[in-house]
Each structure stands twice: as C-alpha cells, then as structure tokens.
C-alpha cells in the first residue's frame, strides 16, 4: 500500500533559526496537505497543495509539492516558541474516499 | 470553519466495559468521517472509514467486533469500544473533510485509559 516518509522524526533548534521538514510518497499523489499537532493538542490543518512544482508561503512557512507530485516539504523561516509541535504531512492518493496516509511527524521544539 | 465536535475528551474504563465515542460535524454533512487512533509520539493510523447509513471499511490488522463504528446521520458518527482492555489504551480521533479543495478538520480526540 501506499507510505508516506517523513524526516527528520525530531528537530531541535534555536529560536530564530530555521526548520525544514520532508516528505517523500512511495507513489504518486492527487495532493498532500500539512497539519500541525501541538503537544496534547489535536491536528490542525495548515495547507493543501495539489499542483506539480507548487509553492505556498503562509507568514514564516513555505510548503513545497514536488514536480513528480511525490515529495513535499514545509520550511519554516526564523522559527519562534510558538512553532512547537508536531508537524505532520498527509498524502491523498485521489479517490472518492478522501482517504489519507500520514507521514509520521517531525518534533518540532524551539529553544528560547 | 468547519468544526468537529468529539466527546468525551477523556475517559477511564474498567477492563471488559465498552466505551462510546461520538464525533459530530457541527456546521457541515459528513458522509465520510475517518477513525485514527495515535500513541503517544507516534503518527494516526487510520483504523476506519465511517460511512454513512452504510459499513464501516476497517484498516487491516482493525478488528472491526472490537471498535464498532456506526455512521447513523450525516452529522453522527461514533467508535465503540468493546471490552476494553489495558491495550486499548490510546488517543482516539476522529477527522471529516468538507470538500476534496479542504483540509480535513479533526476532533479534539479522546484519550481513553483502561484499568
């Protein structure tokens, strides 16, 4: 069946420094989307790409769709304490099910 | 937004009791509504796809005797656990999408604990 990786599993960084998390699909994508889950929190969606070679900015974050819609990656400029979490990317394989497969998170933790 | 209600948020069970779940789309009709279960630092494992006014599709490996799964309404849908025992011990959560251009939106979870 279809798997999605995701690396790194934890980050550490230094308030101020950037983040980048990747995700690569063992098969193509109809599109994949990113959440972030905050400790003891529940998942939040953050974005939804769905084009080949897509990029989209939100503030400090920067989410990539590879051209082979396989890959995907959200970069997070100048991070901040409120970054924390666990970001998580979900690849929709198409279908009338809607049904996604998650990647298995980057502990994201941010150093004051 | 879309808003998805999960209730309880927490629970504690005594091994061999069930244990109902219910999630609830507030403002939108959810013919689908996905079951994930997560533990802790780990990713959701999907366990189910809710359908309404028909089965459930369970994930392999899910017993489906085990987490009874009814999709009643287009705005209901809930997780039995049947004889709960300490294994079961998990975060439950439900998600529904409103549309294929929207993100899903997940309940708050529920954490269940058996003893």
């Known amino acids: 069946g279809q798997q999605v990786m995701q690396i790194p599993q934890y980050q550490h960084v230094q308030e101020g420094e950037d983040f980048t998390t990747y995700c690569n699909s063992s098969t193509t994508l109809s599109n994949i989307q990113w959440y972030k889950q905050r400790p003891g929190g529940h998942p939040v969606f953050l974005i939804q790409?769905?084009?080949?070679?897509e990029v989209k900015k939100q503030k400090r974050l920067t989410f990539q769709f590879g051209e082979a819609k396989k890959n995907s990656s959200l970069h997070i400029t100048a991070t901040q304490t409120t970054d924390v979490g666990t970001y998580f990317c979900?690849?929709?394989?198409?279908?009338?099910?809607?049904?996604?497969?998650f990647g298995k998170g980057t502990l994201l933790t941010v150093n004051p | 937004g879309a808003v998805v209600s999960q209730h309880p948020s927490w629970v504690i069970c005594k091994s061999g009791t069930s244990v109902k779940i219910e999630c609830r789309s507030l403002d939108f009709q959810a013919t689908t509504m996905f079951w994930y279960r997560q533990f802790p630092k780990q990713s959701l494992m999907l366990m189910a796809t809710?359908?309404?006014?028909?089965?459930?599709?369970?994930e392999q490996g899910v017993e489906k005797d085990k987490f009874l799964i009814n999709h009643a309404s287009l705005t209901l849908s809930t997780l039995t656990v049947t004889s709960a025992h300490p294994e079961d011990s998990s975060f439950y959560i439900c998600s529904a999408r409103t549309g294929p251009n929207y993100g899903y939106t997940f309940g708050s979870g529920t954490r269940l604990t058996v003893v």
């Open positions: 809710s359908n309404e006014g028909s089965k459930a599709t369970y």
């Open positions: 790409l769905v084009k080949s070679g």
């Open positions: 979900a690849g929709d394989s198409g279908g009338s099910n809607y049904k996604l497969t």
